[in-house]
């Protein structure tokens, strides 16, 4: 099911940042010390009063040179298309200015709820401040100082009391997979492609994510599918349309709805940071995945070539060593019959549940290989594991000090269970938790 968005908007140096770390407080988390995994805090997730939202910041206006209004026009944009709710951050110290009369005109012919945060109330006296912004016509001003948290939870109240209701689950029969990657890596074509070889039933169907188009399809063995097109979102306009952050919120929306993800690359472009941007956001949110390499009919290849490539993609995509890689061709069809059959196998993996025996077998076999390490005198004692989610697979592992057990432990015992029990494709999340 995916989250509703939350879109924070406004000029430049009202404290946009601010606001959203504050925001998203604890949830922007590190979860893996491996070098790639990029985390750019430009979008998370967030809760409040037992509601999850996905959080966006449209700011960051880096390019001195670009003009000034057409940039902020594009963020009021990005947020009119994609949030559900808008939160336009003013500034108390600077009061009124004409770009914030500018994108309260904008928001102002929207049917989306907009939440008016006026920031950088600091104390008390300054309180008095909010009321010229009555102006904007955007109703009642909340006073904020994102700085020290006060405010904050009055805005985020406005926020869930705006947020569209709640939906029923989805069927958890069908598998939903999306194709996600930079512009131009061929992830129309491979759709088009992938319908065209494995259909038995094809229907466009309204997605819940607006304005995209679901297609599902059923294989020959009778497993349904959904696959989320993230191409099906357009807006005329190269401007608009080269967006990056735009880019990055419809990748996100369908990696929030994907069982697994299909993360294309170009070959004849090779590997791009923003690849690795995308793929470290599919990472953490937990997802099955698999590296499609595209066009791979284009390039020359000899003995080396496939071997060169798989190593290249492992050296840049070292937090996805378990995610298989597949190289395709959208234009031949080549290995796309195969594609399917790996999603149906990743999403097993993602649902697969160990009995906690079999589990406790494999990790004491795996302290006799490597002891648990000791730390100022102090061994590491684990009692039991016993698995608590899927879709990522999660174990907790009761310990007796969860200080002593130091990440490169977590990872030897991570390894060792995925050498026991596989997990293609997902990753699996071990939490070290103290025995009460």
């Known amino acids: 099911m995916s989250l509703p968005t939350v879109a924070i908007v406004g000029r430049p140096n009202v404290g946009k940042s601010t606001l959203f770390n504050r925001v998203a407080g604890e949830r922007i988390s590190i979860v893996e010390d491996v070098e790639g995994v990029t985390r750019d805090r430009i979008y998370t997730s967030a809760e409040w009063l037992n509601r999850q939202f996905s959080l966006i910041d449209t700011g960051g206006i880096d390019d001195v040179d670009a003009p000034f209004m057409e940039q902020i026009k594009h963020q009021a944009d990005i947020a009119m298309t994609e949030a559900d709710v808008i939160v336009f951050v003013v500034s108390a110290k600077e009061g009124v200015t004409d770009a914030d009369e500018y994108v309260a005109r904008i928001l102002y012919k929207t049917n989306k709820p907009v939440i008016l945060a006026v920031n950088k109330v600091d104390n008390p006296e300054m309180r008095s401040e909010i009321y010229d912004f009555y102006t904007l016509g955007l109703g009642d001003p ?73 297609t599902n399809f ?5 497993q349904e599918y959904t696959m989320i097109d993230t191409a099906g979102m357009r807006k005329s306009g190269k401007i608009y349309e080269n967006t990056e952050k735009y880019s990055v919120m419809r990748s996100m929306r369908a990696i929030d709805r994907s069982d697994v993800v299909l993360m294309v690359i170009n070959a004849e472009e090779g590997i791009r940071d923003y690849d690795k941007r995308i793929a470290g956001f599919a990472h953490e949110a937990g997802k099955g995945i698999i590296i499609v390499v595209n066009k791979w009919d284009t390039i020359k290849k000899d003995n080396h070539t496939v071997s060169q490539w798989e190593a290249d993609i492992r050296d840049n995509f070292q937090f996805l060593a378990y995610a298989p890689i597949i190289f395709v061709s959208a234009e031949t069809k080549q290995r796309l019959n195969k594609l399917p059959e790996m999603i149906k196998r990743i999403s097993e993996s993602q649902n697969r549940r160990i009995p906690s025996a079999v589990l406790n077998d494999v990790i004491m076999d795996a302290i006799a290989i490597n002891p648990t390490p000791t730390d100022k005198g102090k061994r590491l004692k684990i009692f039991y594991g016993t698995q608590v989610a899927v879709k990522p697979p999660t174990f907790v592992i009761f310990v007796n000090e969860e200080e002593l057990m130091h990440f490169s432990y977590l990872r030897f015992l991570e390894n060792q269970i995925r050498a026991a029990f596989g997990f293609e494709g997902t990753p699996i999340h071990l939490i070290a938790r103290k025995r009460s």
């Not at 059923?218 to 009778?222: A, F, H, I, K, L």
């Open 218 to 222: 059923t294989d020959s063995e009778g």
């Open 142 to 214: 909340y006073p904020v100082s994102s700085v020290h948290g006060i405010g904050t939870g009055d805005v985020l109240d406005a926020i869930v009391e705006s947020l569209p209701t709640e939906h029923e689950e989805e069927n958890s029969d069908i598998i939903k997979f999306s194709l996600i990657g930079r512009p131009n890596v061929g992830k129309s074509s491979l759709i088009n492609a992938i319908l065209g070889e494995e259909r038995v039933i094809a229907s466009p169907v309204a997605g819940t994510t607006r304005d995209a188009i679901d």
